[in-house]
């Protein structure tokens, strides 16, 4: 099933692991690494969105 879903959606992850990991790396070094402390859970959050919609798993509603 992942790797399935990483095959069909292979431009989507490694566009999102690109442009997050840019993000990530220079969010955290224009705020001294303070900005991990909110930059990676919301990483990871949106990772985990980005993995729901690749395996077409329910995404949650607010």
């Known amino acids: 099933m992942g790797f399935q879903a990483g095959k069909r959606n292979y431009g989507m992850l490694l566009l999102f692991s690109i442009v997050g990991?840019?993000?990530?790396t220079v969010g955290g070094v224009?705020?001294?690494?303070?900005?991990?402390?909110?930059?990676?859970?919301?990483y990871y959050l949106m990772y985990a969105h980005i993995f729901r919609q690749a395996s077409?798993?329910?995404l949650p509603t607010a």
């Open 56 to 58: 077409q798993g329910a």
């Open 30 to 42: 224009f705020t001294l690494t303070l900005g991990f402390l909110i930059f990676l859970p919301a």
């Open 21 to 24: 990991g840019i993000a990530l």
